[in-house]
C-alpha cells in the first residue's frame, strides 16, 4: 500500500490564481481530512468527509472547497489564492470514525501565495 | 474549536528522559493522541489513551491522563537523538469525526 499520497510537494501561486492539491489514499478508509499547518500553530482542519459523496466544514474552510467523488480521492481547491493561505497542507484519512483508529497522514504540500 | 495546548520547545540530553505536556479544553473527549512529525514529513501516530485509563506505557513510551485537570503528558524514556522531532497532542470527542491538534513541541535531543 502507498498510503496517502499528495501531490505536488511544492507550489508557489500568485495572488488571485487557483489550484487543485490532490490527495489519494489506497487503504479503502471513509474518512479523509484537509488541514493546514502554520509555525506555531499546530494543525487545523479545512474540511472532512465521512464518505463518498458527503462533506463537511472544518476550523477553517473560508477560501476553499472539496469535494469527495470516489472513496479514494479527496481534492482540496483554492480558487483566489491569498497570502494567508500560504501555508503546509496535509491530508489524512482514517477507517471509520470512533477515535479508536489511527489517522494517517501525508506527506504534505508546501504552498507558497506572493 | 477545542482548545489544546502544548509548550512550544523541549531541550534534554541524550539518556534523559523527556515529558512533553498537553492541555485540553473538551471535557467530552473520547481518545488522546500522541503524534511524531520528522522534518519534512506527515503526522506518525505515537500512542493514544482512551479517556477511562489513567496510564498507557508502550516501550519507551508512558502516557499519563489527568482528566480531572485535562492534562496529558508524554514521557519518553531513554531519549535518542532520533527521539528529536516535533510531537503533537490531539483529542477528539465524542463523535469521532474530527480531531483537534495542539501547538506541537518541538524536541530536541543534545548528544
Known amino acids: 500500500n502507498a498510503g496517502v499520497t499528495q501531490t505536488p510537494k511544492f507550489r508557489i501561486l500568485k495572488i488571485g490564481q487557483s489550484m487543485t492539491l490532490q490527495c489519494t489514499q489506497d487503504?479503502?478508509?471513509?474518512?479523509m481530512y484537509w488541514y493546514r499547518q502554520d509555525p506555531g500553530m499546530g494543525l487545523k482542519l479545512i474540511y472532512y468527509?465521512?464518505?463518498?459523496?458527503?462533506?463537511d466544514k472544518g476550523e477553517v474552510p473560508n477560501g476553499y472547497n472539496v469535494s469527495r467523488s470516489t472513496t479514494e480521492d479527496f481534492p482540496l481547491r483554492l480558487e483566489l489564492a491569498a497570502p494567508s493561505q500560504t501555508s503546509v497542507y496535509f491530508c489524512a484519512s482514517n477507517l471509520r470514525g470512533g477515535g479508536d483508529n489511527e489517522q494517517f497522514f501525508g506527506p504534505g504540500t508546501r504552498l507558497t501565495v506572493l | 474549536g477545542e482548545d489544546v495546548e502544548q509548550s512550544l520547545f523541549l531541550s534534554v540530553r541524550e539518556g534523559d528522559s523527556s515529558v512533553i505536556n498537553c492541555t485540553y479544553t473538551?471535557?467530552?473527549?473520547?481518545?488522546l493522541y500522541w503524534y511524531k512529525q520528522e522534518p519534512g514529513a506527515g503526522l506518525q501516530l505515537l500512542t493514544y489513551i482512551f479517556s477511562n485509563m489513567d496510564m498507557k506505557q508502550d516501550q519507551r513510551l508512558t502516557v499519563l491522563l489527568n482528566k480531572k485537570d485535562k492534562h496529558l503528558s508524554l514521557r519518553i524514556a531513554d531519549t535518542q537523538t532520533g527521539d528529536s522531532a516535533i510531537y503533537f497532542c490531539?483529542?477528539?470527542?465524542?463523535?469521532?469525526?474530527?480531531?483537534?491538534f495542539g501547538t506541537g513541541t518541538s524536541l530536541t535531543v543534545i548528544p
Open positions: 490531539a483529542e477528539s470527542p465524542n463523535t469521532g469525526n474530527q480531531f483537534y
Open positions: 487503504m479503502n478508509h471513509n474518512y
Open positions: 468527509s465521512v464518505g463518498a459523496g458527503i462533506t
Open positions: 473538551d471535557s467530552s473527549s473520547t481518545y
